[in-house]
């Protein structure tokens, strides 16, 4: 770090505090509330559709790959939050006026853990809308083939 | 161990009993104590545990969202009603998720923290 870099971490020293401050509470009431969503999404719904289909004689390894993918990437979301929380408390406790690079190296880790966990994120509503997608083709499907049936 | 030696420590457990027990119950409390909180951090609940002191601003903004939403059942009969109302069902549950870009933007960018120095080069 630069002379300049170091002198402009100490300026804004106390502001860069409270938004780090506010991030972390802002941020936890986010994976709560969210967490909650992605939760749901997973056991209250896509499970269950699946269980539906298999206790009906019907199979769709499509759906349940989704649901498994999904599944894991829910896992991986609880895991780098924990990463991402124990970096931004790191930062937090970092005192930015004596220890201006220490402080700019912990926010520095704690912005990469947070795309981290926002490309989790992203993934995540990839596999809804995946599984959405092949709702309506198992729909086609199962009226194909249960109008065969009749 | 000669008998002695023996005799001497139940000797000494014998006249300094109550604080053995007392030194014991608190040498495990503080071990059972450290490995509780040690699972309560690695865990994740700590993370989720908004009673927590410095979330007090958010806490009463945490919704529960079980209210009135009953997970679809794995039992019953599957036809195309009930295809129908479960996609509707999804996509109802599922706009939300979508809607927020959780966790999105770069709030700890050094330009968002305003730790950006002014380049001189460019100012001239």
């Known amino acids: ?150 | 161990m000669s008998e002695s030696t023996l005799e001497e420590i139940i000797s000494f457990k014998n006249r300094h009993k109550f604080f053995v027990f007392i030194t014991s119950s608190i040498v495990l409390a503080i071990v059972i104590t450290t490995i509780s909180m040690a699972l309560y951090n690695s865990s994740g609940t700590a993370q989720l545990d908004l009673s927590r002191p410095g979330y007090k601003s958010v806490r009463a903004q945490s919704i529960n969202e079980d209210s009135g939403f009953t997970a679809f059942s794995s039992f019953g009969e599957l036809n195309p009603k009930v295809i129908k109302d479960f996609k509707t069902l999804y996509n109802q549950r599922t706009q939300k998720i979508k809607s927020v870009d959780a966790f999105g933007g770069d709030p700890l960018s050094p330009e968002a923290l305003n730790f950006v120095t002014t380049d001189p080069a460019l100012t001239n």
Do not use: W
Request: net charge neutral.
């Open chain 1, 1 to 150: 770090m630069t002379q300049d870099q170091i002198n402009t971490v100490l300026t804004n020293c106390t502001s860069a505090t409270n938004t780090l401050n506010q991030l972390h509470a802002s941020d936890a009431l986010l994976r709560v509330n969210m967490g909650q969503e992605y939760e749901s999404a997973l056991t209250k719904l896509m499970t269950g559709f699946n269980g539906r289909i298999a206790n009906n004689g019907f199979s769709n390894d499509i759906l349940k790959a989704i649901s498994s993918s999904y599944s894991g990437i829910l896992n991986k979301f609880r895991s780098d939050y924990i990463s991402y929380e124990s970096n931004l408390s790191g930062a937090i406790k970092t005192n930015c006026l004596k220890q201006p690079t220490a402080f700019y190296t912990a926010v520095d880790k704690a912005r990469q853990s947070r795309i981290k966990l926002h490309d989790d994120v992203i993934k995540l509503n990839e596999y809804i809308e995946q599984y959405r997608v092949e709702l309506d083709n198992f729909e086609a499907e199962y009226i194909a083939a249960t109008k065969g049936n009749k």
